[in-house]
């Protein structure tokens, strides 16, 4: 099934944008009547035919609607460090998106070396893994911040820091309660500094471990994404 994303609403019809609309008129060639399947990226899935098949401004009809469509009992909000290869970052968005994330902070880090990131790019990449997964919620990608800001900032949740500078930490597993909304935040290539470890604790932030092997940012950011969908779907 191909999904399409729009939230373009009102009155019982729907605008696809541009992009979206250029697919389904002239790539996948549908017209007047056909069915449409998409989302509204805030929790709503629609059925709908095509009433005006306008390759700039396609208008649907809509026949049905699911409100809080795969709404889940928690939410993730992960704050991780852009990687200095941005593809890596991305390869994170997708994967984080189809296991399921909430919110997503680009943090910037003593030790980080990438310090810009493009917004519009990067929620491209959320967008695609979005409809990819056939979920209903768009991930929010925040601006990117700086370390010592987003700790300051009120989180009512369980909030967690893996990193490297002590070998006498809690395993992810053994602390995420399921059900409960959580906040991890994923270092750069270098991991955060000592300085930085003790300023997050000081506001609250968990030390924890994602295992004893050294982890790319990428992928110890995956594996704290589906640790968190793990316990609470085990639970």
Same mark, same amino acid.
């Given at each position: 099934?191909?999904?399409?994303?729009?939230?373009?609403?009102?009155?019982?019809?729907?605008?696809?944008?541009?992009?979206?609309?250029?697919?389904?008129?002239?790539?996948?060639?549908?017209?007047?009547?056909?069915?449409?399947?998409?989302?509204?990226?805030?929790?709503?899935?629609?059925?709908?035919?095509?009433?005006?098949?306008?390759?700039?401004?396609?208008?649907?009809?809509?026949?049905?609607?699911?409100?809080?469509?795969?709404?889940?009992?928690?939410?993730?909000?992960? +704050?991780?460090?852009?990687?200095?290869?941005?593809?890596?970052?991305?390869?994170? @968005?997708?994967?984080?998106?189809?296991?399921?994330?909430?919110?997503?902070?680009?943090?910037?880090?003593?030790?980080?070396?990438?310090?810009?990131?493009?917004?519009?790019?990067?929620?491209?990449?959320?967008? +695609? +893994?979005?409809?990819?997964?056939?979920? +209903?919620?768009?991930?929010?990608?925040?601006?990117?911040?700086?370390?010592?800001?987003?700790?300051?900032?009120?989180?009512?949740?369980?909030?967690?820091?893996?990193?490297?500078?002590?070998?006498?930490?809690?395993?992810?597993?053994?602390?995420?309660?399921?059900?409960?909304?959580?906040?991890?935040?994923?270092?750069?290539?270098?991991?955060?500094?000592?300085?930085?470890?003790?300023?997050?604790?000081?506001?609250?932030?968990?030390?924890?471990?994602?295992?004893?092997?050294? @982890?790319?940012?990428?992928?110890?950011?995956?594996?704290?994404?589906?640790?968190?969908?793990?316990?609470?779907?085990?639970?």
């Amino acid at each position: 099934m191909n999904l399409f994303y729009s939230d373009n609403i009102s009155q019982g019809y729907c605008v696809f944008p541009e992009i979206e609309s250029r697919h389904l008129i002239k790539v996948m060639r549908k017209t007047t009547g056909d069915q449409v399947f998409f989302v509204d990226g805030k929790g709503g899935y629609y059925e709908g035919v095509i009433h005006d098949p306008h390759p700039k401004r396609c208008l649907i009809q809509i026949t049905n609607k699911k409100t809080d469509y795969g709404k889940k009992n928690y939410s993730l909000h992960m +704050a991780v460090a852009p990687t200095k290869n941005i593809d890596r970052f991305e390869w994170f @968005l997708e994967k984080a998106t189809e296991i399921g994330v909430d919110r997503i902070s680009p943090v910037l880090s003593f030790h980080s070396e990438r310090k810009q990131i493009k917004p519009d790019r990067l929620n491209r990449v959320l967008t +695609a +893994a979005m409809k990819q997964s056939l979920k +209903a919620y768009h991930p929010v990608l925040e601006e990117l911040t700086s370390f010592k800001e987003f700790i300051s900032r009120d989180f009512t949740g369980q909030k967690y820091i893996p990193h490297c500078n002590s070998t006498d930490l809690v395993s992810i597993s053994s602390v995420l309660k399921p059900g409960t909304d959580a906040l991890i935040m994923i270092g750069p290539e270098g991991d955060f500094s000592l300085e930085e470890v003790e300023m997050a604790e000081k506001n609250g932030f968990i030390g924890i471990s994602l295992g004893k092997s050294r @982890l790319r940012t990428e992928t110890a950011a995956i594996i704290a994404t589906h640790s968190v969908y793990f316990v609470n779907h085990e639970a």
